[in-house]
């Protein structure tokens, strides 16, 4: 079996509202010298697949057909 | 002209959206389940608001895979007229039949509200009956009605005349670009649009502004 971790990201330039309200809250809370916050998405995979290259593909296929929304986000995909 | 609703779990404008339609075309629309490959021969595919799988991963992002979405995407390539309402819009934009992205509205609350919209395009099967720029009222209830398209789509769909309905008067409820609240695809007969115009049909809603978009859309004389 495959442990994999996909992490989605807004991509650069789209506004991010949650984010914005992430930082504000942080820096509320007395944490000066926040940045940017942006928030994204993590999902865990496991996969019945020994193929490593294999089970990478089929990642990013999910990633694009679903997990991920390529107008707005950006993916990666790390085996673990 | 005939006409059929997409039911999906977690919709709840589903018996507005088949309300409004058997009011204004005379006869009740057909129904289809999610799970449903085949639509009926009709004019136009409805899919109402609500919240679709539970807004579950992303607005719309389950309901566009599922395989009735398949069928509603081979009726509109043969030139059937599709409307998106809310999570419908969503989507139709999920499932590609619209370009561009609708994200969670820049305030962070959910939004309900009665708001102005202009007419940006009249001439489409869905707006024929207004006029060019005229003003109607709409009413709105979602949480995720910010419209985001990158430069290049954006151009597209301004140069093209694709932007429909735009917020107007400051009413924009969710910082959508360009104040976009509806557009068409390219062929202009899918179109989605956050507005609830089957909510402003007749004297009962407070006002009838929604009603022209279901007669232009289903040919019906006012």
């Keep these: 079996m495959i442990k994999a971790r996909i992490t989605v990201t807004l991509k650069n330039g789209v506004l991010d509202p949650q984010g914005k309200a992430i930082e504000h809250a942080l820096s509320g809370l007395g944490f000066d010298g926040v940045g940017a916050v942006r928030q ?12 490593k290259a294999k089970a990478e593909a089929d990642l990013k296929a999910m990633c694009d057909k679903l997990l991920a929304n390529t107008v707005i986000e950006n993916y990666s995909v790390t085996l673990t | 002209m005939k006409s059929a609703v997409v039911l999906l779990p977690g919709l709840n404008r589903d018996r507005d959206m088949i309300a409004a339609l058997t009011k204004i075309s005379g006869q009740a629309p057909a129904t289809v389940w ?5 639509i009926p021969d009709v004019d136009l595919i409805a899919i ?27 009726k509109a390539a043969k030139g059937v007229m599709v409307i998106g309402v809310c999570n419908g819009f969503q989507i139709l934009v999920e499932a590609g ?24 395009n009249a001439n489409t099967m869905f707006t024929r009956r207004y006029q060019p720029g005229q003003i109607i ?40 670009i360009n104040d ?43």
Aim: glycine share 12%.
């Design chain 1, 40 to 51: 994204g998405k993590v999902f865990d995979v496991e996969l019945a697949e020994s193929d």
């Design chain 2, 48 to 74: 109402p608001g609500g919240f679709s799988f539970g807004d579950y991963l992303r607005c719309g992002a389950i309901a566009a895979r599922m395989p009735v979405m398949r069928a509603v995407a081979e």
């Design chain 2, 97 to 120: 039949l619209l370009p561009g992205a609708l994200m969670r509205n820049t305030s962070l609350k959910f939004v309900c509200r009665q708001v102005k919209l202009e007419i940006a």
């Design chain 2, 180 to 222: 976009i609240a509806g557009i068409v695809n390219e062929q202009g007969n899918v179109l989605g649009l956050m507005p609830h115009p089957e909510n402003l049909i007749e004297a009962a809603h407070g006002g009838n502004d929604g009603r022209a978009l279901f007669e232009g859309a289903l040919g019906i004389a006012a």
């Design chain 2, 137 to 176: 009222r709409s009413p709105v209830a979602h949480h995720d009605g910010n419209y985001f398209a990158d430069a290049d789509t954006l151009a597209r769909l301004e140069g093209e005349g694709q932007v429909v309905f735009r917020y107007a008067e400051g009413t924009n409820p969710n910082g959508s």
């Design chain 2, 34 to 38: 999610q799970t449903d490959t085949e």
